[in-house]
């Protein structure tokens, strides 16, 4: 109750007591038709008044419930203030029905008492009656009916309907009404109000998200925040893309940060990946032109945002699924690509920066990771059909994956158009950084598997018969230790290690993360003059004697002698 409803019952009842002192103390009482009359016509007029007013009323919630949200008028319906004003015009009507039976059958006193007392419900009941009519036509404008549905969305209602809505597939979803309405403001380009309601949106899930922490996997509450964030708000900004509100669209994509950013603070593995998911299918999604990218380039910066900071915080399942599934939607999006599409340097960054900066905050990290066999690491994914991994090991396999997808994306894309799609020179870069972190953590089995990648990228470069992958450079050889490196070299050379494998697949297939290392195998370079085994046997590798090396060091007489000369 606020302060306005409150002063109003304080004078109402203090009115009435009041009236009822002066009743019972006067000496004047109406003649028995005089009283029936003034209770005759109250009863007819507020019954009147009441029919009409709140027949229009109805009509007009129902007809912006129709404009909305049907749902809508179930939660007007439902408002303390609308029974409150129905249940005073009751007992008023009631009050004078009942005067005229006892008119001529209780004492004068009496009599004055029941006058009164319909008197003062009547003015009560009508001021209580244009309060609500007031309060209604604030309601049925955009911002009143967003407002009105903030106000119901409690923790305790929503978990509520979240466990009803988990039980009865038809019963709605606690967050519905909100997703229609801001849907209708997206169709009537009310940008104002579509903000608004994108910012509740943020705010209500992210508050369910606080109340009840880490909720288990197909639990009512990790059910309604898969629907509101992996399906609802990824339809909400295509919705906003169609009509061209690109703003919106870009709003669309914080709100879901916003709920992302709750979810890590909570060290909730599954809202993380419902975020990402949700975010991360747009991007092969949304549509190619131009004005789109920016929408797109959005999508891709939120998404490796809130991958990184799960990461950071150690949140590593949320943090593996969404660098995984980042990936392949990345891939995905590029093969989709022609060559009158628009540009994106998003999938850039996400090879030289994004990626390896995952290794490296591992790496960095008070993690114990154990190593792998290679094909376990062409497999970490923590699904029904393989062998289970530790979330960190999940992530450091995750990682590979989507780089070596995005990669084969991008050669096949160019082989496909002849333009570049990314800076070749700065994904060289991006592999040479995740084999640096990968060499401080002693995966000597994931780092043969990454040095032995970067040497089929190289291969593809050189042995392509079209001008491909210009300025890629292979900085991995003389970074790699010679441990490390001659290793490579010798199980590629006899069978042990095929670091073909991820870059040989159709990008975007089916899903990796139930599914790893499964589709469609067609190497990139059809019919070679050599394979990869026999230009590997060609050629010369100098690897360095320390642990680390940087770029642009010169061999020293102990690298020359101990390098192998293949």
Same mark, same amino acid.
């Given at each position: 109750? !606020? ?27 109406? !003649? ?179 109340? !009840? ?15 509101v964030c992996k399906d609802q708000l990824p339809l909400i900004l295509e919705?906003?893309v169609n009509e061209e509100l690109t703003e919106t669209a870009i709003q ?310 101990g390098g192998v000369n293949q």
């Open positions: 109750m !606020n302060r306005r409803s409150l002063f109003f019952w304080v004078a109402f009842i203090g009115l009435w007591i009041a009236a009822i002192g002066i009743a019972i103390f006067s000496s004047h009482t109406p !003649n028995q038709q005089t009283a029936r009359s003034i209770l005759s016509t109250l009863a007819r007029v507020q019954a009147g008044i009441f029919a009409i007013v709140f027949s229009i009323v109805i009509l007009g919630v129902r007809l912006s419930a129709s404009r909305y949200s049907p749902r809508l008028a179930k939660s007007f319906s439902s408002d303390s203030t609308y029974r409150v004003t129905v249940g005073v015009f009751a007992f008023s009507i009631a009050i004078d029905i009942f005067g005229l039976f006892v008119v001529g059958a209780v004492s004068d006193a009496t009599l004055r008492v029941v006058l009164a007392s319909s008197g003062i419900l009547a003015a009560g009941s009508f001021v209580s009656l244009y309060g609500f009519v007031n309060q209604i036509l604030e309601r049925t404008t955009p911002e009143g009916i967003l407002s009105h549905i903030e106000d119901k969305l409690t923790p305790k209602s929503m978990l509520e309907e979240a466990e009803l809505s988990a039980d009865d597939a038809a019963h709605p979803d606690p967050f519905q009404t909100l997703i229609s309405v801001i849907n209708s403001t997206i169709e009537e380009h009310d940008r104002a109000s579509s903000a608004l309601g994108l910012s509740i949106f943020g705010d209500r899930v992210s508050a369910l998200i606080e109340q !009840n922490g880490k909720a288990e996997e197909d639990s009512p509450v990790d059910q309604t925040i898969e629907y919705q906003a669309s994509t914080e709100t879901a940060g916003t709920i992302g950013e709750a979810a890590i603070k909570e060290d909730s593995n599954r809202a993380v990946e419902h975020v990402v998911r949700g975010q991360a299918g747009l991007i092969d999604n949304l549509p190619y032109e131009t004005n789109v990218e920016r929408v797109r380039t959005e999508v891709i910066e939120t998404s490796q945002e809130l991958v990184s900071a799960a990461a950071e915080n150690q949140v590593y399942t949320g943090s593996a699924v969404g660098a995984r599934f980042l990936g392949w939607t990345a891939a995905s999006s590029i093969m989709k690509r022609d060559i009158e599409d628009g540009r994106n340097q998003s999938y850039t960054s996400l090879l030289i920066r994004h990626f390896p900066s995952l290794i490296s905050t591992v790496a960095e990290s008070d993690m114990e990771v154990n190593d792998l066999t290679y094909h376990q690491w062409l497999r970490a994914q923590n699904s029904e059909h393989v062998e289970p991994v530790t979330p960190v090991e999940q992530l450091i396999g995750s990682v590979y994956g989507s780089m070596a997808e995005l990669t084969s994306a991008a050669i096949r894309y160019e082989l496909k158009t002849g333009q570049q799609i990314v800076r070749w020179e700065s994904v060289a870069s991006g592999w040479s950084s995740g084999l640096d972190s990968l060499s401080q953590m002693n995966l000597d089995e994931m780092a043969q598997l990454w040095f032995g990648t970067t040497l089929y990228l190289e291969y593809i470069a050189r042995e392509s018969s079209s001008d491909i992958m210009s300025g890629f450079d292979s900085y991995g050889r003389h970074r790699v230790t010679r441990d490390i490196g001659e290793e490579t070299v010798e199980k590629i050379q006899d069978g042990r290690l095929d670091p073909t494998a991820r870059i040989d697949f159709i990008p975007g297939g089916v899903d990796p993360i139930k599914h790893p290392l499964t589709g469609h195998k067609t190497p990139i370079l059809q019919d070679p003059d050599r394979t990869f085994t026999e230009w590997i046997n060609t050629q010369p590798f100098i690897f360095r004697g320390r642990r680390f090396g940087r770029v642009g060091e010169p061999p020293t007489d102990e690298d020359l002698d």
